[in-house]
Antibody, heavy 122, light 108 residues
Framework: QLQLQESGPGLVKPSETLSLTCSVSGDSLSRGNYYWAWVRQPPGRALEWIGSFFSGGDASYYNPSLKSRLTISADKSKNQLSLRLTSVTAADTAVYYC?????????????WGHGTLVTVSS | DILLTQSPATLSVSPGERVTLSCRASRSPISNLAWYQQKPGQAPRLLIF???TRATGIPDRFSGSGSGTEYTLTISSLQSEDFAIYYC??????????FGQGTKLDLK
C-alpha cells in the first residue's frame, strides 16, 4: 500500500530556504508515469498546488506564482520527493502535503501524506 | 489561471438532508474537475474525478455533475461523518491546478 511521509523543519526564519522531503513507500519514483505533487494549505485557508514531478520524464512543473523560488526534484535512489522554497515569508506558513494521483497520467490525487506544518517566523 | 468559486462558503445542515454544493469556473470548458472532502487535521480525500466518477470506496450518496463552467457535488442524505470542508479542483488547464475556496458543512 502506498504511503507518503513528509518531513522537514517545523520552523523556518524569514528570508531563509524551506526544504522538505516526502518519503515514498509502497511504490517507486522510478516507475510509472505519475505527476507526484506538493500541495500546501495555510492555516484555515484553502489548498494550493505548489508543483509536481513527473516520474515518466523527470520533469518538474511549478505554480507560476512560486516558480521563481521553487525547486521540486526526486532522489530515486532514496525514493524521496523534495521541495525547496527560497526567500520564505510569513505567507509561506502552511501545512505542506505530498500527494500522488490515482492513475498514471492523471491529475487528481487519491494518496496523500499526513502533511507537515511549516511556520515561518523569526 | 482558472479561478474556481465555490458556494456557499458555509452551509448549515441536518443529518438526512440532501445537500448541493456548487463550484463555478472562471472560464469553460473544464470537464476535468475533482471534488475532495477534508476533515480537521486530516489530508484531503478524493471523492469525485472527471466531474462525475466516484473514487474507489466512496459511498453512492455522493454524486458529481455539471458541465461548462458549473459543477455540483450532491450528498443525497447527509450522514454525521459528512460534516467537513469540500473542495473542487480543476485539472483541465494546468499548470497550475487550482482549487476552490471550499464549502464547509456544519451542523444546523
Amino acid at each position: 500500500q502506498l504511503q507518503l511521509q513528509e518531513s522537514g523543519p517545523g520552523l523556518v526564519k524569514p528570508s531563509e530556504t524551506l526544504s522538505l522531503t516526502c518519503s515514498v513507500s509502497g511504490d517507486s519514483l522510478s516507475r510509472g508515469n505519475y505527476y507526484w505533487a506538493w500541495v500546501r494549505q495555510p492555516p484555515g485557508r484553502a489548498l494550493e498546488w505548489i508543483g509536481s514531478f513527473f516520474s515518466g520524464g523527470d520533469a518538474s512543473y511549478y505554480n507560476p506564482s512560486l516558480k521563481s523560488r521553487l525547486t521540486i526534484s526526486a532522489d530515486k535512489s532514496k525514493n524521496q520527493l523534495s521541495l525547496r522554497l527560497t526567500s520564505v515569508t510569513a505567507a509561506d506558513t502552511a501545512v505542506y502535503y505530498c500527494a500522488r494521483p490515482l492513475l498514471q497520467f492523471t491529475h487528481y490525487f487519491d494518496s496523500w501524506g499526513h502533511g507537515t506544518l511549516v511556520t515561518v517566523s523569526s | 489561471d482558472i479561478l474556481l468559486t465555490q458556494s456557499p462558503a458555509t452551509l448549515s445542515v441536518s443529518p438526512g438532508e440532501r445537500v448541493t454544493l456548487s463550484c463555478r469556473a472562471s472560464r469553460s470548458p473544464i470537464s476535468n474537475l475533482a471534488w475532495y472532502q477534508q476533515k480537521p487535521g486530516q489530508a484531503p480525500r478524493l471523492l469525485i474525478f472527471g466531474a462525475s466518477t466516484r473514487a474507489t470506496g466512496i459511498p453512492d450518496r455522493f454524486s458529481g455533475s455539471g458541465s461548462g463552467t458549473e459543477y455540483t457535488l450532491t450528498i443525497s442524505s447527509l450522514q454525521s461523518e459528512d460534516f467537513a470542508i469540500y473542495y473542487c479542483q480543476q485539472y483541465h488547464n494546468w499548470p497550475p491546478y487550482t482549487f476552490g475556496q471550499g464549502t464547509k458543512l456544519d451542523l444546523k
